[in-house]
């Protein structure tokens, strides 16, 4: 089954606890992306990634890092959490090129930093 | 820069009522259009889309037209089902690549039996 898989889906942390989120794709996918989704704001583009070792700010990366070794991993990296990264994160995949532009997500990660 | 409106929710109506979700759009060139949905628990996944003016998109009883002429996108379905209480997104994307796409700030949708 293709698919988008975050992990971990639920996590409660503490201010300045390192802290990594998996993401994985089964779809051999170029294109990946990583989102918050926040009341009222939508969704916002943290960090995106074109291809192997290619990565690019998106709309909203300070505090966040990203690494794209393999091909179907793109792990999202928070190394000092804060509180106002509380926030329900997406993580999602494409095909490269042309202009269709369709998005596959995962099932969500939602992080609350006390 | 290009950007979606949506119109504000909550939308709540009563079982197999008539949808109207309204999106309008900003863009420069001949951006493809969407309709994400995202039911309670569950990541977005792709309802719709339309990549060039006057085409429809469907899905599951939804329709959305693409207007050049108004740059709208509107969202519509005859008779609505609880089933279809979620939240809906509208995007764009301005061409070229998956990361441009742009998303707006999300309908809740509520239905009741």
């Known amino acids: 089954e293709a698919q988008v898989t975050q992990n971990p889906r639920y996590l409660i942390t503490v201010t300045g606890k390192k802290l990594t989120v998996t993401c994985s794709q089964n779809m051999n996918h170029e294109y990946m992306s990583w989102y918050r989704q926040d009341p009222g704001l939508g969704l916002r583009q943290i960090y995106y990634?074109?291809?192997?070792?290619?990565?690019d700010k998106g709309d909203v990366p300070e505090g966040y890092k990203v690494s794209r070794k393999e091909k179907r991993n793109f792990p999202l990296i928070l190394e000092s959490p804060s509180p106002n990264q509380t926030s329900l994160y997406f993580c999602a995949s494409s095909l490269a090129g042309g202009n269709t532009g369709e998005l596959f997500f995962g099932e969500g990660s939602r992080l609350t930093v006390l | 820069g290009d950007s979606v409106t949506q119109m504000e929710g909550p939308v709540t109506l009563s079982e197999e009522a008539f949808l109207t979700i309204n999106c309008t759009y900003t863009?420069?060139?001949?951006?493809?259009l969407f309709w994400y949905v995202q039911y309670p628990g569950e990541g977005l996944q792709l309802l719709l889309k339309a990549t060039k003016a006057d085409d429809k998109g469907s899905n599951k009883g939804f329709e959305a037209t693409y207007r050049k002429e108004t740059t709208s996108f509107h969202l519509e379905k005859g008779s609505v089902q609880v089933s279809d209480s979620a939240v809906y997104f509208c995007a764009l994307n301005p061409g070229g690549s998956a990361s441009k796409i742009i998303f707006g700030s999300g309908t809740r949708l509520s239905i009741r039996p």
């Open positions: 990634s074109m291809n192997v070792e290619v990565t």
């Open positions: 863009a420069t060139g001949y951006p493809s």
